[in-house]
């Protein structure tokens, strides 16, 4: 059974940063195409960012491009997500899926976590 837990979610002020955190349990992390998804309130879930267990590709929403960062550590089974100069509009549940197809399409990913919330606000 593959379990995501994300972490690191909270409230910040606009323009600052927050590191999320996604272990991956049940099987390694190499496996998959780890992706990070978002739904902010009354929205639909969005794509943020993806990381390839290959080559380490990443590929990133337009919004996120220059702000955001993913990274992964195989040996901690653990996925990341930087986000820096946060806004209110970053304001969001984030979602980490692990699945096959570097795809932005979250259909295409087969385990999501519980999601943790980000809130931007003054």
């Known amino acids: 059974q593959v379990q995501l837990v994300e972490s690191g979610g909270g409230l910040v002020r606009p323009g600052g940063s927050l590191r999320l955190s996604c272990t991956v349990s049940g099987r390694t992390l190499s496996t998959y195409v780890m992706g990070w998804f978002r739904q902010g309130p009354g929205k639909v879930r969005e794509f943020v960012a993806l990381?390839?267990?290959?080559?380490?590709?990443?590929l990133y929403a337009d919004s996120m491009k220059g702000r955001f960062a993913i990274s992964r550590d195989n040996a901690k089974n653990t996925v990341y997500l930087q986000m820096n100069s946060l806004r209110p509009d970053d304001t969001a549940v984030y979602y980490c899926?692990?699945?096959?197809?570097?795809?932005?399409?979250?259909?295409?990913?087969?385990?999501w976590g519980q999601g943790t919330q980000v809130t931007v606000s003054s």
């Open positions: 990381s390839s267990p290959l080559d380490g590709r990443t």
């Open positions: 899926a692990a699945g096959r197809y570097l795809v932005q399409d979250d259909e295409k990913y087969d385990y």
